[in-house]
């Protein structure tokens, strides 16, 4: 039987191609996202690979999440495995000249919006005393950088939820893990900075991470035999060595 997977954040960036890695390997598929363009456009290339059913909603609003989740149809109620995957930075400023608008805008998503797509889910899973939750974190989870002040605090918060669901869950057999990549370039630094040019240096004088790879890896994990539980995965690029340390050349 085949499993089913609900991955959020799916229209761009890792989230995508995880649902392109999954669906090589004829995972079912409920991708979630805020663009219905970009999700007809995903559905319309995986479905010869895969069932492919698609939700358009917004992480940060609690009542549209659970009404979105809620009005999965029968054949993709069943959900095994659960890819939280949306997130955002908004803005690097100091913590005393921060936009408050963009503390507001990564809370929500990243750490709230995590939380009410796995309220929306866990309980079915608990009820089947099985399944699989992969939180998609951040090396900025792992140390905090010049300027990233409430971007790492909301990943920090990302990988304690994620240990604190893993200790509540460990009871019924829930796989619980974190995989938290360093530099991957996807359109996030254009979020970041909001379109500004300063993005397109980011990732010049080296090799970063691709979607890909952090996809290939999101695959490895879930498909660990049933004894193992990858609990908590840091990837970096060769030339990153920590948040601030990159050997660029130009």
Same mark, same amino acid.
């Given at each position: 039987?085949?499993?089913?997977?609900?991955?959020?954040?799916?229209?761009?960036?890792?989230?995508?191609?995880?649902?392109?890695?999954?669906?090589?390997?004829?995972?079912?598929?409920?991708?979630?996202?805020?663009?219905?363009?970009?999700?007809?456009?995903?559905?319309?290339?995986?479905?010869?690979?895969?069932?492919?059913?698609?939700?358009?909603?917004?992480?940060?609003?609690?009542?549209?999440?659970?009404?979105?989740?809620?009005?999965?149809?029968?054949?993709?109620?069943?959900?095994?495995?659960?890819?939280?995957?949306?997130?955002?930075?908004?803005?690097?400023?100091?913590?005393?000249?921060?936009?408050?608008?963009?503390?507001?805008?990564? &809370? !929500?998503? +990243?750490?709230? $919006?995590?939380?009410?797509?796995?309220?929306?889910?866990?309980?079915?899973? =608990? *009820?089947?005393?099985?399944?699989?939750?992969?939180?998609?974190?951040?090396?900025?989870?792992?140390?905090?950088?010049?300027?990233?002040?409430?971007?790492?605090?909301?990943?920090?918060?990302?990988?304690?939820?994620?240990?604190?669901?893993? &200790? !509540?869950? +460990?009871?019924? $057999?829930?796989?619980?893990?974190?995989?938290?990549?360093?530099?991957?370039? =996807? *359109?996030?630094?254009?979020?970041?900075?909001?379109?500004?040019?300063?993005?397109?240096?980011?990732?010049?004088?080296?090799?970063?991470?691709?979607?890909?790879?952090?996809?290939?890896?999101?695959?490895?994990?879930?498909?660990?035999?049933?004894?193992?539980?990858?609990?908590?995965?840091?990837?970096?690029?060769?030339?990153?060595?920590?948040?601030?340390?990159?050997?660029?050349?130009?």
């Amino acid at each position: 039987m085949n499993k089913t997977a609900l991955i959020t954040g799916a229209t761009s960036g890792i989230g995508k191609a995880t649902a392109y890695e999954f669906a090589k390997h004829h995972i079912h598929l409920i991708l979630c996202g805020r663009r219905q363009d970009r999700l007809n456009s995903i559905k319309k290339e995986l479905e010869p690979l895969t069932q492919i059913y698609t939700l358009c909603f917004d992480v940060r609003d609690k009542d549209e999440t659970f009404t979105a989740i809620e009005s999965l149809p029968e054949d993709f109620k069943h959900i095994d495995i659960l890819i939280n995957n949306a997130g955002n930075a908004h803005g690097l400023d100091p913590i005393q000249s921060g936009n408050i608008d963009d503390w507001d805008a990564m &809370i !929500d998503i +990243n750490v709230k $919006g995590l939380l009410y797509v796995s309220k929306a889910i866990i309980p079915q899973m =608990t *009820e089947r005393k099985s399944g699989h939750i992969i939180n998609i974190g951040s090396s900025a989870g792992k140390e905090v950088y010049p300027k990233g002040n409430v971007y790492c605090g909301t990943k920090h918060a990302v990988l304690a939820i994620t240990e604190g669901m893993r &200790i !509540d869950l +460990n009871p019924y $057999g829930i796989k619980v893990g974190a995989v938290s990549p360093g530099l991957v370039e =996807t *359109e996030f630094s254009k979020v970041r900075f909001k379109g500004d040019k300063i993005a397109d240096d980011v990732y010049k004088g080296f090799d970063a991470l691709q979607a890909e790879d952090i996809a290939e890896i999101i695959y490895f994990v879930i498909s660990r035999p049933k004894h193992v539980n990858i609990a908590d995965l840091l990837v970096f690029p060769t030339a990153q060595a920590s948040s601030t340390i990159l050997k660029k050349e130009f």
